[in-house]
């Protein structure tokens, strides 16, 4: 889930120390996403910088002796080609800073939509920035003015008047700062993932201490000249703040269950059609291996401190709503009493039916005609139950792996070459044609990064409405900007689905294209078992990708 804190106060100091107190800090439960405090900072300590070896296909070349570089075009019907260079991630006592300088590699200005603001008149903040956590499983929005939808505090560039008449002139490099929640002590390293057409940056460091916001006016406008500073407007945290950072979601289906988790809670789905007979709730004499295997996870990460275990049963839609709804109970009970058995009275259960009114898939196909595959899916009894924390004293910090989900392995280092194309695939809808190149996939903390070129071949602009490569099936990910893009494990047939943090998603998006222009696309999934060395990519309506490396 996302938490949401607005307060008030006079100054940044004030602010930022009623962050914590204000019911944003480390007291709320530790799967409600809250913000928790960093503890004192201390003196800054040198950042490690990493030299870039390459570029995206079709965008241009960074050439930066050193720091963490990325390129790709930002904006929507506007879109032109950026470099940032990150400079410092810095963990203050109350807030974490982001430093970064960004250079518009055009050869005309343009306006670089960097926020969410800058498309209603306003001034042009640097909201579309986030931080994401893979190994505490977290991601950390931009500190805003009021509401998720306010201008972002720190840097903003203004629109367009006569006294600066230009947007973001060619050449010119412009330094930056963003504010975001406090990173909590443990967090060493994170990955920047923009919500913009520009790679994420995995393998950011945390320094600790840093200089604290300071308002600041913009400096005078003048001509400048490719090479030169412009010093933006800052304006630090103060008055009424937002702040936000979700816990992320995850699901994972096999041809038996699938399972997804929601921040703090994880939920196992049973095929009924493997437990039950049809039409019956007694349990069949094969469901016994696929309820062991429930049992096992049930007992390796629930937590009895956090009851209920809850047991739903239910239906796909074909028959009479309360008959449906009569077996989705009978068939919970049937699960929950052989957990009861196997698991013991350590536990609290609660058993309940919901009948047809929660499916996952559709029980249609678009054209109208029945969907055996969605109704499958929805023929299901799910377990859910609150993930046993980790303690402090822990030594281990990695996830038990198994035969579809990875361990939680460290953040992935920064990398700005994203390796040769290990495959395509074309889309097309009238006479609108798309590339995806796709690279090797990487091993960040607990997920999987997807990163591709999105190409243009067609001979007019290209605008991406409807999106093109959302998904329909299945109602997790048909929200996702990708989420027609499905990892499949061949061996073991499991289905990973993009990543989702709050009612979005961990992924960019395709922008407005230019003939033969491309724009970089990532999308985050959970990680496949510690032994997948390569993964199928199967897109809806467009076909299939196989055997991409993963590293």
Same mark, same amino acid.
């Given at each position: ?144 003015? !009021? ?40 967090? !060493? ?152 058995? !196997? ?209």
């Amino acid at each position: 889930m996302i938490s949401g804190c607005r307060i008030r106060a006079e100054s940044s100091i004030v602010v930022l120390a009623v962050l914590v107190v204000a019911g944003c800090g480390a007291s709320g439960p530790p799967d409600a996403g809250g913000v928790s405090p960093a503890g004192p900072a201390s003196s800054a300590a040198s950042v490690a910088t990493t030299s870039p070896s390459g570029s995206p296909s079709g965008l241009p070349t960074a050439e930066a002796a050193s720091g963490f570089v990325a390129e790709g075009l930002v904006g929507y019907d506007a879109a032109g080609p950026f470099r940032m260079t990150v400079q410092s991630l810095e963990r203050q006592r109350n807030l974490t800073v982001l430093r970064m300088e960004v250079i518009n590699t055009a050869q005309t200005s343009i306006p670089g939509h960097f926020g969410y603001d800058g498309l209603r008149g306003q001034s042009v903040s640097f909201g579309r920035f986030r931080l994401l956590d893979p190994v505490g499983r977290k991601v950390y929005f931009t500190l805003r003015e !009021k509401t998720a939808e306010g201008p972002a505090f720190g840097s903003r560039h203004p629109t367009p008047t006569s006294r600066f008449p230009q947007d973001f002139r060619p050449g010119v490099r412009y330094p930056v700062e963003v504010y975001f929640p406090p990173l909590p002590p443990e967090v !060493k390293a994170v990955s920047i993932v923009p919500d913009m057409p520009m790679p994420p940056m995995t393998g950011i460091p945390v320094r600790e201490g840093g200089t604290p916001p300071m308002a600041r006016s913009a400096d005078p406008y003048v001509e400048s000249s490719p090479g030169t500073s412009y010093r933006l407007a800052v304006v630090p945290p103060a008055g009424e703040i937002w702040s936000g950072v979700s816990d992320l979601h995850e699901l994972v289906e096999t041809p038996q269950r699938s399972t997804r988790q929601e921040g703090g809670q994880e939920i196992v789905a049973l095929r009924t059609d493997v437990l039950f007979a049809f039409d019956k709730a007694k349990l069949s004499k094969v469901s016994t291996a696929v309820l062991d295997d429930a049992v096992a996870e049930t007992r390796a990460h629930a937590d009895p401190a956090k009851p209920p275990i809850i047991i739903k049963g239910h239906t796909d839609s074909k028959g009479d709503d309360r008959y449906n709804l009569e077996l989705s109970v009978k068939r919970a009970e049937a699960v929950r009493d052989y957990l009861v058995r !196997k698991l013991g009275s350590g536990y609290v259960y609660r058993a309940e039916g919901k009948g047809e009114s929660e499916p996952i898939a559709r029980n249609e196909k678009k054209d109208g005609s029945d969907n055996p595959e969605g109704r499958a899916k929805n023929r299901r009894v799910e377990i859910s139950y609150h993930i046993r924390q980790q303690r402090p004293d822990d030594v281990t910090t990695t996830a038990p792996a198994d035969d579809v989900r990875g361990s939680t392995r460290p953040p992935a280092p920064f990398q700005a070459d994203p390796g040769p194309v290990a495959g395509s695939l074309n889309w097309q809808r009238g006479n609108d044609r798309l590339r995806v190149d796709f690279h090797p996939f990487r091993r960040d903390g607990a997920y999987l990064v997807a990163a591709f070129d999105v190409r243009f071949d067609g001979s007019a602009l290209f605008i991406p409405v409807p999106a093109p490569f959302t998904g329909y099936d299945n109602a997790f990910s048909s929200a996702s900007d990708y989420g027609a893009f499905i990892l499949v494990d061949p061996a073991t047939k499991a289905r990973y689905h993009p990543l989702k943090m709050y009612t979005e998603f961990v992924e960019n998006y395709v922008s407005v294209l230019d003939p033969g222009e491309s724009g970089r696309g990532y999308v985050y999934y959970p990680a496949p078992a510690d032994s997948v060395t390569s993964i199928t990519l199967e897109a809806e309506g467009s076909g299939k990708v196989e055997n991409i490396p993963i590293l």
